[in-house]
């Protein structure tokens, strides 16, 4: 037998790599920062400024750059940019993984760095209020016709002018204390005064006394330009980043009920709407940005109603109940309670089970123009199929249900591969395919979701990004969507999706495919509708049909399958042992699947706790349960069906059908 620990860790040293000298290494990490690094760098433990190569730095004897390196052990520390906000720790790569004591000695070592440069930070935040204070103090009242506010077209608000006739404005902490000043030139050239703390600070132009919305802000300009419009208090949060602080502080002054309203710059990079929805999520506040590239300001001058656009007429948006319930709307079907029109439907199963065929019978009929499914009527229309994988199977089972079912031309498309659709370039694929076909689809199915999934169908963050895509082509071509997904492995996952509860709760009708086991056929159950009574389960099978003219390279007729309605199978009570079995599985499942040997094994205190936690078992009826003992239950009667054995501090499954099949359901799991 192999000597195993060689794979797992032993006490071999592991082979190194050829890397660069740190110094280089380090570099090279504030150069894809957007930093230009110094031109020689220390590893001393202690904090090293240089000018950084950003706007403004270097002038004066200004060093915004920073770094803090470390020579002991693995190289590493932190480094970055006081004038632009940019901060990353660092670690050499040194051709090898890191041992646990190096791990260990890593995270001291950048606690300590971290230390270094808030204490150097206080110094200096502290040294440039002051210095702020006497500048302030010292500028004069600007006038309307400087030139960064005449080409802007706003008034000064109480901005003040420098003697060397730059214009300068206030940052404010939370607590209303002058922090720092932002110098503005004639052609708008904007700089911090150097070392101020900015992070969180805040201007407000107008006064909160009346209620009504408070807008928030990126730049001074724009929040000038907004108060004007309006006459509505607005807040300089002087960047993007700062969006989210400065909305916690407004939320936190004025309450939860005040109306605050962030006025998002329209930048092709995205960010401010990405603070924007950031601010949003975490404190409440709406969202407003304009329909053009360009900030609130931009779109006034273009000679557009700013007023109209931040404080649209909202007259009709609340009607009586009376009035709202006077005139019906039906819902309107592709395929009657079960495919909505203008809905986003889920259908999800095991790999393997069915789901696919089941979603293509729905859609070939809907685009073949076949009026009935499993007795429920079915509304012709067009079909977009966005296919992921499977393309050669796919093929065979469209050409095997046009067989079958004798059907003429579909009106119906499908992709060649897969797009990440939640991220901007893989969307932007998919829509203009779209919108180049000679009619706009009723249909469009996902086939499956994490083969159109950028990210982690677990993250809620991810799952919303997707469900973002998805309203978005739902909006633009007013068709439904289809999610094809997957299920869990074990027993209990089995109906509902794999992955984050926001997929559930955003659709608009869920479907589980629940494949054929022994004598029963498979069935499609309905686990949610939002707008109409549940659909009762329907049962189908899959039928070969042979493809006419297709024949593989042995001269055989091919054949794909085809689904086809079933009866209810009669009911069946579970066993007893079944039942036992079923939770024993589940409970390995939920305790991290663990063998021995390839076999299914569970300790007896993850059985406890999952008994407790999942079933509800009290402390002393979890230990009656799990005794070998105790005739009648469960342990028991599995020790001596001879299912499973007690193996060390748990439990061994023995039985060789169950271990081969709880094993091969935990794989495809893992994959």
């Known amino acids: 037998m192999a000597d195993i620990t060689k794979l797992i860790g032993g006490s071999a040293k592991p082979l190194e790599r050829r890397t660069d000298p740190p110094e280089a290494q380090l570099a090279d990490a504030m150069k894809a920062a957007g930093i230009q690094p110094p031109g020689g760098i220390v590893f001393d433990g202690k904090l090293h400024r240089f000018a950084s190569g950003g706007k403004g730095s270097g002038k ?10 470390f020579p ?11 004038r632009s ?4 720790a660092w670690r050499a790569d040194i051709g090898r993984k890191m041992t646990a004591a190096e791990e260990m000695a890593h995270a001291r070592r950048m606690a300590e760095a971290m230390r270094i440069r808030d204490e150097q930070a206080k110094r200096k935040q502290e040294t440039a209020a002051a210095t702020v204070a006497a500048i302030w103090q010292e500028a004069a009242a600007a006038s309307p016709d400087h030139p960064y506010l005449a080409r802007k077209g706003i008034g000064a608000h109480g901005a003040r002018v420098t003697g060397d006739g730059r214009l300068v404005v206030p940052l404010y902490d939370v607590a209303g204390h002058l922090s720092s000043i932002q110098y503005i030139d004639h052609d708008g050239g904007k700089l911090y005064h150097p070392g101020a703390k900015t992070g969180g600070a805040m201007w407000l132009i107008g006064t909160c006394d009346d209620p009504g919305p408070v807008y928030i802000a990126e730049g001074f300009a724009t929040a000038a330009t907004i108060f004007e419009a309006t006459g509505r208090p607005c807040v300089a949060a002087y960047s993007a980043s700062n969006l989210v602080p400065v909305a916690g502080a407004m939320r936190e002054k004025l309450g939860a009920a005040a109306d605050l309203v962030i006025v998002a710059d329209h930048d092709q990079s995205g960010v401010g709407k990405k603070y924007a929805d950031q601010a949003s999520a975490k404190h409440g506040t709406r969202v407003i940005i304009p329909p053009e590239p360009g900030d609130a300001n931009d779109y006034r001058a273009a ?7 931040l404080a649209p007429a909202q007259s009709d948006w609340l009607v009586p109940a009376d009035e709202f319930s006077e005139q019906p709307t039906p819902i309107a079907w592709l395929v009657k309670r079960w495919v909505q029109q203008q809905a986003l439907v889920m259908v999800h199963g095991p790999s393997g089970g069915g789901k696919t065929f089941v979603v293509l019978d729905w859609c070939l009929r809907i685009a073949s123009g076949i009026d009935e499914w499993q007795g429920q009527r079915v509304r012709p229309g067009k079909v977009v199929y966005l296919a992921g994988e499977g393309h050669h199977g796919l093929r065979g089972r469209i050409a095997a249900w046009k067989t079958r079912h004798k059907a003429g031309p579909l009106s119906m498309w499908l992709s060649r591969g897969g797009v990440d ?5 893989g969307y932007a694929v998919a829509a203009e395919q779209v919108r180049a076909l000679p009619d706009r689809p009723d249909v469009i199915v996902v086939d499956t979701l994490h083969r159109f999934l950028r990210g982690d169908e677990n993250s809620a963050q991810d799952a919303k990004t997707m469900l973002d895509a998805c309203n978005a082509l739902m909006d633009e071509f007013g068709c439904t969507v ?13 109906h509902r999706a794999r992955g984050s509860s926001a997929w559930r709760g955003a659709l608009d009708i869920e479907v589980s495919v629940v494949p054929a086991k022994g004598d029963a056929p498979m069935q499609i159950v309905q686990r949610k509708s939002k707008d109409a009574e549940m659909a009762e389960p329907v049962y189908v099978d899959l039928e070969s049909v042979k493809i006419p003219g297709w024949l593989d390279e042995d001269g055989e007729p091919v054949t794909s399958a085809v689904v086809i309605g079933a009866s209810a199978p009669p009911e069946r009570k579970e066993s007893k042992a079944e039942r036992h079995r079923r939770t024993f599985e589940a409970a390995w499942f939920a305790s991290g699947a663990e063998d021995q040997d390839g076999r299914p094994f569970i300790s007896r205190s993850a059985m406890m706790d999952y008994l407790q936690s999942h079933l509800g078992l009290s402390e002393a009826s979890a230990r009656t349960y799990c005794k070998p003992s105790a005739a009648g ?10 299912t499973i054995r007690a193996d060390s501090y748990g439990w061994l499954v023995i039985d060789d059908t169950q271990a081969s099949a709880m094993m091969l359901r935990r794989k495809a799991a893992d994959g």
Do not use: M, S
């Open 60 to 69: 004066g004897g200004d060093k915004p750059g920073w770094y803090v390196a």
């Open 72 to 82: 002991d052990g693995v190289p590493a520390g932190r480094f970055g940019c006081w």
């Open 85 to 88: 906000g940019i901060e990353q």
């Open 303 to 309: 000679g557009h109603d700013l007023a109209g656009l």
């Open 421 to 425: 659709l939640n991220a901007p370039e």
């Open 482 to 494: 289809i999610l094809v997904h997957h299920t869990g492995v074990n027993e209990e996952a089995q």
């Open 633 to 642: 239950k469960p342990i028991c009667e599995l020790i001596n069906a001879e």
